[in-house]
Structures are given as C-alpha cells and as structure tokens.
C-alpha cells in the first residue's frame, strides 16, 4: 500500500512518458503509439545464431543460419535480437548506453524476453556483458543522483 502511495506521488511530479518522444503516457516504461508503430521489432524466420531477419521467399526451417554466420562463425550457440539496430530503435539503444537514460532498460527488457523466449529453459544462463572500465568512466555512474528530461 505504502508503495502504490508513493508511486502516486512520483508520477504527479514525474508523470509516465514515452521513453522515446517523451509524450505523456498513462503508464511507465511504454511507447506512445505512433513511437511504437516506427519501432523495427524483428519479426518472422530469424538466423537461429544471431537473431536477425532471414529473408527468403519461403517459409525458414528451425535451425537456419544467415550468411554472415555462416562465413563467420559466432563464439555462441543461439541468439536473438528484439529489434533492427536502425531508425527510431537505434535512437533508443544510444540514448540509453550514452544519455544517461536507464529508464529505457525496463520496456527494452520486455521486449528482449519476448524475443528469447524460445531459447530460455531451465539451465538457460544468462551473462550481462559488462562495460569496460575505460568506457565507465566516461559515463556517468548508475549511483549518481538522476536529473530529470525534458
């Protein structure tokens, strides 16, 4: 109860706001509509390695493999990808590595656990990559008091 209190007062001061045009939003963490009808979301037969879009005139069977991971072979075994690293998702992807912008992560992470979830089972471990050190410091660190957007 205390928290929904809380959760009141924080959005009167700071209401829910696309997390890409900053357009008041009913909820936290969203795309307003429009933000969300130019989000490249990655749908259909995928490279089973790397995720990306197979583009075939027919049907993909399971377990098909683009050409770049065929010439190239990855250090993984299975991966996917939410959304093509281009036009309004790729705005997002550096706003949230390079403008200090970790509300992002909580609707990008929604979006990546419905692009896995095929590949997510019991055993199923998954490793954040960190950043390196030299590329920490040129950021802003997570613990620092968070400035509001405009």
Not at 27 to 34: E, K, V
Not at 73 to 90: C, E, N, T, V
């Amino acid at each position: 109860m205390k928290l929904q209190a809380f959760q009141t007062a924080l959005h009167a001061i700071y209401p829910p706001q696309c997390i890409l045009c900053r357009t008041g939003l009913d909820r936290d963490h969203a795309l307003c509509g429009p933000c969300w009808r130019a989000m490249p979301f990655i749908d259909g037969p995928v490279c089973d390695c790397c995720g990306t879009p197979i583009l075939t005139a027919g049907f993909a069977a399971a377990n098909d493999i683009c050409q770049t991971c065929q010439s190239h072979p990855r250090p993984w075994g299975q991966g996917r990808a939410a959304l093509l690293y281009q036009g309004s998702a790729r705005r997002l992807v550096l706003s949230f590595k390079h403008a200090d912008r970790p509300d992002i992560a909580t609707g990008a992470a929604r979006w990546m656990a419905r692009a896995a979830r095929e590949l997510v089972g019991p055993d199923t471990v998954l490793v954040p990559i960190p950043l390196h050190w030299r590329r920490r410091l040129s950021r802003r660190p997570i613990f620092w008091p968070l400035k509001p957007h405009r």
